[in-house]
């Protein structure tokens, strides 16, 4: 059939109608599309192109490498060290890293249950997240997977800082430890430092570590590097190295620290050295100790379980946490409160039958025959407690706690440690405040001999002692200098107790000492340019029942541990010119005079000799033992000459 | 109008074809292809052995294609293109049993080293076979209701095979595509606007019936079409590709970030970026003048296919050149209209442009057709 040419010319004009409206149609469809396009393209590029930055750009922290801490003569006591580890991507070893890792514990051990254990959590976590396959290898380890790496795919070799303790655990309670930031850490810190939502961050927990924790943090470097979107590294665009944290450097003495650890063993004792002029702290130590390495690097839950369950308490800082009552180290306080009120003078003698009867009850001096007549300085040198109950009924608590307090008891002293204890310098307002009762008389003459309410830290002691030798309100300090800027040390003001008191006291811590019946006559230093004055105190942890009364007083020796009376010394050294304080707490340690005083003298001969004490400064009878006991420790030697071993 | 009708004297014979045809098509055509390979390097990280060297093969095997189509006589086509659209139904069918046997979605047929997918194939035979009606039907009969049922039954008959494979996006191009050869041929418009007002109450009532007993779709459907309306919703599921597409169009500003500086296609943010989303490329690195400059080139090829359409006295080839340019509009309009968030994602390449061998193949056979129209066209 053929078309006419008049059906071709109808045909014609309607295909150019329709080819038109089709052409229309096009044209405003492209015009759409290139309006949307200019829109996107010009109007709101910027936006768009903030956005792709966001994408691709991302900013990678560095964890700044954290400040050194040293003891004052220069060695380290928390550094830094190489931590190597290995990590492996899942996407990177193309998704099965069984034989990787089967291939990896032909290099480093790795037991099977352990691979067990890795294939699980690769399960579990994203393709692209590095999981740590094995922590803390040796340089051989890390080298020989370094150089294996072509047949390790997705292994990754990295090499970390990490703290370390290299003392252990001398500095254990002094330093605390770091730990990783848990969700705990970040919600009490005001709007916290990016740099601790790294993983694997460390942040100082408890101790010095804790406390000058900003000091020591140091700041974040960061890299800016273009990720893809799977947050894959592309390339590195610039990178800005962090600053390291300040270097501190603490008033301790690391060789000095580690004697009296070594010194007081697997006694749980406290022993708190402290400068009498410029309140710096030389030793301040805690035993039984634990390592803080362990809780840097994950402590096992047995370990950590055998440190809790441990009656000796290795994980408390006893000598600034813990507080005991200072028996009869706290008589210095209550005399001087008679001496400064004018209650009595160093001449003024009460007479000691044994005991004092109060109101029907009989307070019983530590000798039960009794003293006979005493003054002020025999009052010291015997430890009489008939006399400070008599003195106690005329002075008063309230004069006694404001004593107490002007010593350095029952105050808060500030130190960048955990949990300073307060104490407690008990007094009537206190005890309505805290027991809602009246005070009676009875509290003062327990109080009077550092029983009862009275409860006071080694920390306390020390300066309490130092004080009394100086005259001066000396503080403790800790930190010596930081990033070698040296602290100042404050010029303490004169204490608000008059020379002629201290000077009573003092002679009476002499006698202690030194005179022929001095209870610590046996702890003497026998170096006339060493002489130490010191008291004694033995504080009772238990009530005695009627029953025991009535059986009669029960040797130390025959009670179980746990209910023995704690040991306390106090003393300083040389008594002209006193340089240190120090005090002692031995737990459940017995008497102070034999459990305490002689490990404080060898303590503090330590320290004043800068090195093991001489045998020709300790009474003869001493001297054989003291040696034994030096042959069995195994001292630290600091390698280098130490320079700058000032004790200043 | 048979061929006899052709004014054979006129047309052109022999090797002479070659000074008909239409050069300056092939000209805009190469040059997109060239956009394509520069696009491709730059995805491929300055690689040509990625993308770049297989799709520059595919283009010359393409070109010879279609210069090849243009020497064939306009009557051949019409002759085959019963035969054409049936063959191409038949191997629907066998795609659609093997799809069933190989318990997946299969849409290819493997004939020695050639893979055929016959979807494809329907688009042009479809157009042919089309046109071929249009060319026969006297033009009174055009707008008649049983007139028009019959090119809607060949439309919807490989369109539902296409469905079953399932693939949403090729059976809406072939409905399209049907439509703008109906179109074309006169077919009244109150059809057309009838199927558009039932389409658009359709997705009304679908949108409505959401929370209600009678809902129509599922959860997860009216999620993806929230998805859709709004990509932020849900920014690393669904909404992910568009956002990210959307990112990189738009942060290609006036100029653009530069060749092989797009950070998003390089950093691999873009999905698909050698394939569907090949524009946002082009956009990121070359801006709002090389995006509007490949929109200008597809303007331009459309026009001289036009124009060419209107110029032509015959109906047939009138009708293949509208309905192939239309179907190659669809395909670039489809493919920037999702890329720039005005359309639901669904996987469809940019032509000429995108890295795919079938793509381009069946653009080339379809613009051989056009050439050949040009050709042949009674003078």
């Known amino acids: 059939m053929k078309k006419s040419q008049r059906e071709i010319m109808d045909s014609s004009r309607q295909i150019t109608r329709r080819g038109l409206l089709l052409a229309g149609i096009q044209i405003g469809t492209v015009t759409t599309l290139a309006l949307k396009m200019r ?75 352990r691979i067990a254990e890795l294939m699980e959590e690769f399960g579990r976590r994203s393709a692209i997240t590095p999981i740590v396959l094995a922590d803390r290898l040796s340089w051989e380890q890390f080298s020989a997977i370094a150089v294996n790496a072509p047949s390790l795919p997705g292994v990754t070799p990295e090499s970390a800082l990490s703290r370390a303790y290299p003392r252990a655990g001398d500095f254990a309670h002094v330093m605390g430890y770091v730990g990783p930031v ?35 943090r140091g700041k974040a470097g960061a890299r800016r590097v273009e990720v893809n979107s799977q947050g894959r590294e592309m390339r590195q665009l610039s990178r800005q190295e962090g600053e390291q944290g300040a270097t501190l450097q603490l008033t301790v003495d690391a060789a000095l620290q580690n004697y009296a650890a070594q010194r007081m063993g697997e006694e749980s004792a406290a022993a708190v050295v402290m400068d009498c002029q410029t309140g710096e702290l030389i030793s301040i130590c805690s035993s039984p100790s634990f390592d803080p390495n362990k809780f840097v690097r994950g402590i096992s839950s047995p370990e950590y379980r ?79 407690d008939v006399y400070y109950y008599e003195l106690a009924q005329r002075v008063g608590i309230d004069r006694i706690a404001i004593m107490a307090r002007k010593l350095g008891l029952g105050v808060r002293h500030d130190l960048p440690m955990s949990a300073v204890a307060v104490g407690i310098a008990p007094d009537r307002e206190w005890k309505m405040a805290r027991h809602g009762q009246n005070w009676q008389v009875g509290d003062s003459l327990n109080a009077s001999i550092g029983q009862g309410f009275v409860l006071a830290s080694p920390l306390q002691l020390a300066v309490m002692t130092a004080r009394i030798a100086s005259g001066r309100e000396v503080r403790p300090q800790l930190v010596r200098s930081i990033d070698g800027v040296r602290q100042a040390v404050p010029d303490y003001p004169a204490l608000d107790i008059s020379e002629a008191s201290l ?96 490990i404080a003298r060898d303590i503090l001969l330590f320290a004043l000799n800068g090195g093991l004490p001489p045998l020709d400064a300790v009474p003869s009878e001493a001297r054989a033992g003291l040696e034994a006991r030096h042959e069995a420790m195994q001292l630290f030697q600091p390698e280098a000459p130490r320079p700058g071993r000032s004790r200043a | 109008m048979s061929y006899l009708d052709y004014q054979v004297a006129q047309v052109p014979t022999g090797f002479r074809k ?61 002759g085959i293109s019963v035969a054409a659209y049936v063959v191409c139904f038949l191997m629907l069918v066998a795609v659609d049993m093997f799809g069933v046997i190989g318990m997946g979605a299969q849409r290819w047929i493997d004939i020695g080293p050639i893979r055929i997918q016959p979807s494809e194939l329907m688009k ?59 179109f074309a041929a006169g077919v009244s418009l109150w059809y057309f606007g009838a199927v558009i007002g039932a389409a658009v109450g359709l997705v009304v009532t679908i949108m409505r019936s959401r929370g209600t007993d009678w809902q129509l779709l599922r959860d997860y459907q009216f999620r993806r079409i929230d998805t859709f309306l709004d990509p932020t919703s849900d920014p690393l599921g669904a909404g992910y590709n568009i956002i990210q597409s959307q990112i990189a169009l738009g942060s290609g500003g006036l100029s653009g970030r530069g060749f092989m500086q797009g950070t998003q296609s390089r950093l691999n943010f873009l999905p698909e970026k050698h394939t569907d989303f090949i524009f946002t490329v082009l956009s990121e690195e070359f801006g709002f003048i090389g995006a509007s400059s490949l929109l200008v080139l597809y303007m331009l090829i459309l026009g001289f296919c036009i124009y060419s359409a209107l110029t032509n006295r015959d109906r047939f080839a009138s009708l293949i050149t509208l309905g192939i340019s239309g179907t190659f509009f669809l395909y670039f309009a489809i493919n920037m209209a999702t890329v ?27 613009f051989g057709l056009v050439q050949s129209a040009h050709v042949h066209r009674p003078r």
């Open chain 1, 39 to 113: 829109s996107m393209q010009l109007d709101h590029a910027e936006e768009y192109r903030m956005l792709a930055d966001g994408n691709s750009i991302k900013i990678r922290l560095l964890p700044p490498s954290r400040g050194l801490i040293l003891d004052r003569t220069g060695i380290i006591i928390a550094g830094n060290e190489q931590n190597y580890r290995v990590t492996l991507t899942r996407e990177e070893a193309g998704g099965d890293v069984e034989p990787v890792l089967r291939r990896l514990s032909q290099l480093i051990p790795m037991t099977e249950a």
């Open chain 1, 182 to 216: 848990s969700d705990y850490d970040l919600s009490r810190i005001e709007d916290p430092d990016p740099v601790l939502r790294l993983p694997d961050f460390q942040l100082g927990k408890i101790g010095v570590e804790g406390r000058m924790e900003e000091v020591l």
């Open chain 1, 306 to 384: 055998a440190l809790m369950d441990h009656d000796h308490r290795p994980l408390a800082d006893k000598t600034v946490q813990g507080v005991y009552p200072p028996g009869s180290t706290f008589k210095m306080v209550t005399l001087m409160a008679g001496l400064e009120a004018g209650v009595i003078n160093a001449g003024t003698r009460y007479y000691c039958p044994g005991h004092t009867e109060l109101g029907g009850r009989r307070f019983h001096c530590w000798r039960r025959g009794g003293h006979g007549m005493v003054d002020a300085i025999k009052s010291l040198e015997e430890s009489c």
């Open chain 1, 503 to 598: 000077r009573v006291a003092r002679l009476g811590m002499d006698a202690v000492m030194n005179s022929a019946r001095g209870t610590a006559r046996s702890s003497r230093i026998t170096r006339e340019d060493w002489r130490m004055a010191g008291k004694t105190g033995t504080s009772q942890v238990r009530n005695i029942t009627a029953a025991e009364r009535a059986r009669g007083v029960i040797s130390n020796d025959q009670l179980p541990w746990a209910r023995r009376d704690h040991a306390l010394f106090v003393a300083y050294a040389p008594y002209e010119a006193p340089k240190y304080a120090i005090s002692l707490v031995v737990e459940h340690g017995g008497g102070g005079s034999t459990a305490a005083a002689p």
């Open chain 2, 18 to 78: 070659v000074l008909y045809i239409n050069w300056p098509l092939v000209l805009l055509i190469t040059a997109v292809c060239c956009i394509g390979f520069l696009m491709l390097y730059s995805v491929a990280g300055g690689r040509m052995d990625t993308w770049a060297e297989p799709q520059m093969i595919r283009f010359a095997i393409g070109m010879v294609v279609m210069l090849g189509l243009a020497f064939v006589p306009m009557w051949f086509w019409r």
């Open chain 2, 124 to 182: 042009i035979a479809l157009v042919l076979l089309l046109a071929a009606y249009y060319d026969w039907l006297p033009l009174t009969r055009v707008s008649r209701p049983l007139w028009v049922l019959v090119p809607v039954l060949l439309i919807l008959a490989p369109t539902a095979l296409v469905l079953m494979q399932p693939d949403l996006g090729t059976s809406i191009m072939l409905v399209a595509g049907g439509g703008i050869v109906m």
């Open chain 2, 340 to 366: 720039m968030g005005l359309l639901p994602a669904k996987g469809s390449p940019l032509p000429l442009v995108s890295y795919g061998g079938t793509s381009l193949m069946i653009l080339m056979l379809g």
